[in-house]
């Protein structure tokens, strides 16, 4: 089994930046690609960014995309989602996920969940 924790959550203003991590252990992950998600409140949880464990391969919603990077630190077993500019509508809780499909940008294609860590946005 994979088990992930999420951390990093806050209250900022808009304009904003905010850093979320995300602890990996349980198994090697070379074969992984790692995934953020978000979900506020009385929406469906979104797909926010993924990357591939191995090589670095990053893809992103296109709501997020040139605000947003995700990037992960090998050595400690750590993918991050860096947000900048951030706006009101993005706050939501933001998860963690992991999955073997490299591809996956959808929540069923993810086997293992964080806790979730909440990120709200002030005007």
């Known amino acids: 089994q994979v088990q992930l924790v999420e951390s990093g959550g806050g209250l900022v203003q808009a304009g904003g930046s905010l850093r979320l991590s995300c602890a990996a252990s349980?198994?090697?992950?070379?074969?992984?690609?790692m995934g953020w998600f978000r979900q506020a409140p009385g929406k469906e949880r979104e797909f926010v960014a993924r990357i591939r464990w191995s090589g670095g391969s990053t893809y992103y919603a296109d709501s997020v995309k040139g605000r947003f990077t995700i990037s992960r630190d090998t050595a400690k077993n750590t993918v991050y989602l860096q947000m900048n500019s951030l706006k009101p509508e993005d706050t939501a809780v933001y998860y963690c996920?992991?999955?073997?499909?490299?591809?996956?940008?959808?929540?069923?294609?993810?086997?293992?969940w964080g806790q979730g860590t909440q990120v709200t946005v002030s005007s």
């Open positions: 349980g198994r090697t992950f070379s074969s992984y690609a």
């Open positions: 996920a992991a999955t073997r499909r490299w591809m996956a940008t959808t929540t069923y294609e993810y086997e293992y």
